[in-house]
């Protein structure tokens, strides 16, 4: 029989673990499916990049026309978000997911048939006009299923998803394309995404048509104060400086992530590295990217449950995220490869608590009815200027083969984002719609 404890000895409160079990946990799986949809998104779109140096040499294509099949990418991808995002607010998250996931599954496996870098370019415009509904989906379900104290962590769970897909994308890929021919690479990415489909349409409603959901926890999401249903028009939110706040601070720091994502494995292959090689340092790097995300979001609720004010707690940690990213300018300056890998490591880091901290002051300016519409509006601005960033790159790097201004930007860029975030939103206040 165990002794009773020491008098005096404080016994463990019951309370917390009490409440987590009434409230109810289901919409912390409705995060995971959230987390492994943007998994498989990033799972399809690193291909690419990962087998750049190898097709470079099969397909026969430049510098530039590498950049120019990644800005057909971007230019599909800024023009189907800003329209997913509003589709999605018509026809409700779990039907414009579904249908977002059918046409980004079968562009992938459309990589598989072409032979020209015209047929990639093609093939890339596909994807990205149907990977484009994933954030705009992915965030209004966070909005749907989640508290506001919540939402930051959610966000920065289900964006760690970006990285889990960078990682795989390095580690699998290679020995795909080794072992079958580069070609089943891209099929077997277009088949991941139609599991993950099965998955979702048996797992997702909203909260209160949802069978596993305790009225317990139902009347936690529902915690915050309630906002009106009027619709609200685009011309509407355009013209609102908060929806232009999170759009620049986007078009500022996202080209930067494509950068990463697209010319990476080129860096590395101009290393010395083989595709056989670049796996584990692409690892290392996109590992480092997911625990920024989750500690993004984490920092930014710890600092909300401490009373902190939301502004300050979200600028506080876009200003640790920007400064963070600042070291990546180094990285054309160092001679050692685990160096070099540091640093960018470092910046990936930064860029996903960066983003996951953006993404989530869309719900804190904006009701749940327009979430995916801002979105939308601030990922085809960000698009756009990866699509110009894509097409300088390839250009800057066929014209001096040198990476050392490209590394200077994306050092900086997260800086001036935040700038132009704080002069058009110095409050973080609601939209008045």
């Known amino acids: 029989?165990?002794?009773?404890?020491?008098?005096?000895?404080?016994?463990?409160?019951?309370?917390?673990?009490?409440?987590?079990?009434?409230?109810?946990?289901?919409?912390?799986?409705i995060c995971a499916l959230l987390f492994f949809a943007t998994t498989v998104n990033y799972l399809?779109?690193?291909?690419?990049?990962?087998?750049?140096?190898?097709?470079?040499?099969?397909?026969?294509?430049?510098?530039?026309?590498?950049?120019?099949?990644?800005?057909a990418f971007q230019a599909a991808y800024g023009i189907s978000i800003l329209v997913s995002g509003r589709i999605i607010d018509l026809v409700g998250t779990r039907k414009g997911y579904s249908i977002s996931v059918v046409i980004w599954g079968l562009a992938s496996m459309a990589h598989s048939l072409v032979r020209t870098p015209f047929g990639f370019g093609v093939a890339r415009f596909a994807l990205g006009i149907g990977e484009a509904g994933n954030f705009p989906a992915a965030i209004k379900a966070v909005a749907e299923w989640f508290p506001r104290k919540e939402r930051a962590l959610a966000v920065g769970?289900?964006?760690?998803?970006?990285?889990?897909g960078a990682v795989l994308a390095p580690l699998a890929i290679p020995w795909i394309a080794l072992s079958f021919g580069w070609r089943a690479a891209?099929?077997?990415?277009?088949?991941?995404?139609?599991?993950?489909?099965?998955?979702?349409?048996?797992?997702?409603?909203?909260?209160a048509e949802h069978p596993k959901v305790s009225p317990e926890e139902l009347a936690y999401i529902r915690s915050d104060p309630p906002t009106k249903e009027a619709p609200v028009p685009m011309s509407l939110l355009l013209r609102k400086p908060q929806t232009w706040a999170y759009s620049l601070a986007k078009m500022l720091s996202d080209p930067v992530w494509w950068f990463y994502l697209f010319w990476l494995p080129k860096f590395f292959s101009m290393k010395g590295l083989?595709?056989?090689?670049?796996?584990?340092?692409?690892?290392?790097?996109?590992?480092?990217?997911?625990?920024?995300?989750?500690?993004?979001?984490?920092?930014?609720?710890?600092?909300?449950?401490?009373?902190?004010?939301?502004?300050r707690?979200?600028?506080?940690?876009?200003?640790?995220?920007?400064?963070?990213?600042?070291?990546?300018?180094?990285?054309?300056?160092?001679?050692?490869?685990?160096?070099?890998?540091?640093?960018?490591?470092?910046?990936?880091?930064a860029h996903q608590g960066w983003s996951a901290n953006l993404f989530t002051t869309v719900s804190d300016m904006f009701p749940q009815r327009t979430v995916?519409?801002?979105?939308?509006?601030?990922?085809?601005?960000?698009?756009?200027?990866?699509?110009?960033?894509?097409?300088?790159?390839?250009?800057?790097?066929?014209?001096?083969?040198?990476?050392?201004?490209?590394?200077?930007s994306a050092g900086v860029a997260y800086l001036v984002a935040l700038s132009a975030f704080q002069l058009l939103a110095p409050k973080l206040s609601p939209a008045e719609l």
């Open 157 to 164: 769970i289900f964006n760690a998803g970006t990285n889990c």
């Open 274 to 311: 083989s595709l056989s090689h670049l796996g584990i340092p692409l690892a290392v790097v996109y590992v480092a990217s997911s625990f920024g995300s989750v500690a993004g979001g984490w920092l930014s609720s710890f600092l909300l449950k401490r009373n902190w004010s939301v502004n």
């Open 186 to 207: 891209f099929l077997f990415t277009g088949l991941t995404d139609f599991i993950w489909l099965m998955f979702w349409l048996r797992m997702y409603r909203k909260p």
């Open 372 to 408: 995916a519409s801002v979105v939308g509006i601030g990922g085809t601005v960000s698009a756009v200027a990866a699509m110009l960033t894509a097409s300088l790159a390839g250009t800057v790097l066929q014209r001096t083969g040198s990476y050392h201004s490209l590394f200077f």
């Open 1 to 29: 029989m165990n002794a009773p404890p020491p008098a005096g000895t404080a016994l463990p409160d019951p309370e917390p673990i009490r409440a987590l079990t009434l409230i109810g946990q289901y919409r912390w799986r």
């Open 44 to 71: 399809d779109r690193q291909v690419l990049g990962i087998l750049a140096p190898v097709l470079q040499k099969s397909i026969g294509w430049n510098e530039a026309q590498y950049g120019y099949i990644v800005t």
């Open 313 to 349: 707690a979200r600028k506080t940690t876009l200003l640790l995220c920007a400064c963070l990213a600042v070291p990546a300018v180094l990285v054309p300056h160092v001679n050692n490869l685990w160096v070099a890998v540091a640093l960018i490591s470092l910046a990936t880091c």
